[in-house]
């Protein structure tokens, strides 16, 4: 009973937060909207984008445009991609409408824009990868993407950047080409936010070593680094020789040290680092040394 009444607040748990990224994210997105990218007329893509130069267009309301676009796009979405695909889109396709006519009267804090586009794109980017994080979106072309992806071989990417590329070249017109050529870079910052968002911000490194003192150097690491080791078993694409690949995970400002190390033990080492966003599993904490 008490292990049952456990799971069911832990799932409660992890949907008041899936709701409250969505929610948070939405306000940021608007934000976003109101203060940096209509006042300086940047339509970076998708129905917000859209909606901008609808108004400046017609004069018709952004938010108004939005929930015109993404109400009859999410009842197709619900015939054509099904329920599971609804559930996860109607409360950012809904909410985000309703926080950028909130927030319309607030006053632009920048009529620069070069501004304009860098903080729209990083609050947006943010914004969007809460949105994400929720395991939701903010519908619009979202949705005409994931629809044509079913049904031709672009991916969802390629379909969103099509789109997305549609509203910059309409906004040349409808503005300037010197705002299109803004919407561009806040795209480009916006993804980068969201990538940001949904990998974090961790300065980890994951380090691929080849030598024949592998046992030398694993015993030096865990000695001198305090860093655990996972050994790997591989073969010589031109010997055919058998060889151990140890994988090391560090912090940034351990990669010297490690180099350091593994070249005083054997100078011929064949070293491969990489950046790694996550490093998930059995409490790992790059304070820690994980037991592998």
């Known amino acids: ?10 799932i409660i748990y992890y949907y008041i937060i899936q709701y409250l990224q969505v929610i948070i994210g939405c306000i940021l997105i608007a934000l976003a909207f109101n203060l940096f990218l209509k006042p300086n007329n940047i339509a970076s893509g998708g129905i917000v984008g859209l909606s901008l130069l609808i108004n400046r267009l017609f004069g018709i309301e952004p938010a108004v445009v939005q929930w015109c676009a993404n109400i009859p796009l999410f009842l197709i979405g619900l015939i054509i991609l099904g329920k599971r695909f609804t559930v996860n889109t109607i409360l950012g396709s809904l909410i985000l409408p309703l926080f950028i006519l909130l927030t319309s009267n607030l006053k ?12 729209g794109g990083i609050i947006s980017g943010i914004g969007l990868g809460l949105v994400f994080k929720g395991h ?9 993407a994931k629809i044509v992806n079913k049904y031709t071989p672009l991916s969802i990417g390629n379909c969103q950047g099509i789109i997305d590329g549609f509203v910059v070249i309409a906004s040349a017109y409808v503005f300037d080409i ?6 561009i870079i806040t795209l480009f910052i916006t993804s980068k936010s969201i990538d940001m968002i949904q990998l974090g911000f961790s300065g980890s490194k994951v380090a691929f070593v080849i030598s024949d003192k592998s046992e030398i150097i694993k015993d030096a690491i865990l000695k001198n680094l305090d860093r655990g080791i996972t050994k790997l078993s591989g073969f010589g694409g031109y010997t055919d020789r058998k060889l151990t690949v140890l994988v090391v995970v560090m912090d940034q400002s351990e990669v010297n040290k490690f180099k350091d190390l593994v070249k005083n033990i054997d100078p011929g080492a064949f070293i491969i680092i990489s950046d790694t966003h996550e490093v998930l599993g059995q409490g790992f904490n790059l304070s820690r040394k994980p037991k592998n």
């Open 108 to 119: 632009a804090i920048t009529l620069s824009p070069f501004l304009g586009c860098i903080y």
């Open 1 to 10: 009973m008490l292990k049952s009444f456990v799971i069911k607040k832990n």
């Open 178 to 183: 010197e705002k299109a050529l803004y919407a």
């Open 136 to 144: 939701a979106s903010t519908g619009g072309t979202s949705i005409i």
